[in-house]
Each structure stands twice: as C-alpha cells, then as structure tokens.
C-alpha cells in the first residue's frame, strides 16, 4: 500500500521568509496529492492540490511541486506571516472512479515568528 | 502506541440500511476530528467532539447523520438510511487536547450499493 512520508516534524521561520515542506509517497500510481493545514483547534482545511499530470501549482503565496520521477512533491509558502503557524498535512491518493485511498503525512508544525 | 484505528476499512450497505463507523484514537487522546472525502474532492470537515461532547458539528448534515464519543470506547459516526450520495472515505483524526495537532486514521471507504 501507500506510504507517506513527510518532513521536517517542526519548522520554526522569521515572518517574512519562505517556509518548505517535503513529502515522498511510495505508490508511482498515486495521482492526486492535497495538502492541508490545521489551525490549534480547528479542523483541517484544503489549501491546496496538485494532480499528477502538472508538475506546479501556485495560489497566491502558496505553491506546491510535484516530481513524479521521484516520487516527492513540496509544498512552498513565501513572504510567510504569523497567521500562517499551524500543523500542515500532505496527502497522498489514486484517484480512480470512485475508489479513493488516501494516506497522509504525519504533520509538520509550522511557527512563524514575528 | 498504536496510530489511529479506523473500522472497518471498506464497508457496503445497501440504500435504507444504517452505516456505523468506529474511530479508535490514539492512547491518551480525547479529541476526535470526522472528516468526509467525497470522490475527487478534498477532506471537508464534519464534527469535532471530546469525550461525551459535541464542540462543533457544523459540517455535519442535519438529517441522518449522527457522531458520539462515549467515556468508554471508540467515537462512532452513524449515518441512517444511506443513500448513494454518501458514498465516500471518512477519515477520523484524534489529539490529546484542543491545541495540539491531530493525527489521522486511514479512512473507512463506504459505498452504498
């Protein structure tokens, strides 16, 4: 099955900086990857997606890279902000009619200072 | 420690019949986040509860469905009479408290059938 691995486990950067997080998957026949960010007591929100067939999706100061050859995709936040601190998910899944299993990261904590 | 544990992994019902989903979290957690994932899309949130509370069920449908999490065993996401439209992955996520990042389960695929 799918295997997901995500780092780093915490990430501590300076307001204004750019903030990386990376993740390999396992299974070459994954074809869709989200990530997900969770605010302290909240649930998680989609802030982003990427599907097999780009290799970079961008939104705003949000970006994620996908390189299928290697089987890792990053997310990428620029000019980062306070408001930005949260634990951020990446996932991976096929997506295929409607047999959709998805396997997540553990998690990296994101802290932006000010 | 084991991870999350949901259950059953894939689970079929017919349209009228009653869906229980179980979510063990993990050792020493008593939050509990459901989450559905429709086909194609992303995860949307459904209910967050702690031990015999409810704290917010906003994303929850108001007919049919239902979730608990009882002082003693799993948290349970009921959906009664399903109908094809709640063909999905649920995936539950568990955190020790309120401020601290959850973990997640691997899903329970329902199809109904």
């Known amino acids: 099955g799918e295997n997901v691995e995500q780092h780093p486990s915490t990430l501590s950067v300076q307001e204004g900086d750019s903030a990386v997080i990376k993740c390999t998957y396992s299974?070459?026949?994954?074809?869709?990857f989200p990530w997900y960010k969770q605010e302290l007591g909240k649930g998680s929100q989609l802030i982003i997606d990427?599907?097999?067939?780009?290799g970079e999706k961008k939104d705003q100061r949000i970006a994620v890279t996908l390189n299928k050859t290697a089987k890792h995709f990053s997310l990428h936040i620029t000019e980062t902000q306070p408001e930005d601190s949260a634990v951020y998910f990446c996932a991976a899944s096929i997506v295929e009619d409607n047999n959709n299993d998805m396997r997540f990261g553990a998690g990296t904590r994101l802290t932006v200072k000010p | 420690n084991a991870g999350v544990m949901q259950n059953p992994r894939h689970l079929v019902r017919r349209r009228g019949q009653e869906a229980r989903l179980r979510c063990s979290p993990m050792?020493?957690?008593?939050?509990v986040y459901w989450y559905r994932q429709l086909p194609e899309e992303g995860l949307k949130f459904m209910v967050y509860l702690q031990k015999e509370n409810i704290i917010d069920e906003s994303g929850m449908p108001k007919e049919r469905f239902s979730a608990e999490f009882p002082k003693e065993g799993p948290s349970i996401l009921r959906i009664q009479q399903v109908v094809r439209g709640d063909s999905a992955a649920y995936f539950c996520?568990?955190?020790?408290?309120?401020?601290?990042?959850?973990?997640f389960g691997q899903g329970t695929r329902l199809t109904v059938v």
């Open positions: 050792k020493g957690h008593s939050h």
């Open positions: 996520a568990s955190s020790p408290s309120r401020n601290t990042e959850a973990f």
């Open positions: 299974d070459s026949a994954s074809n869709y």
């Open positions: 990427i599907r097999s067939n780009v």
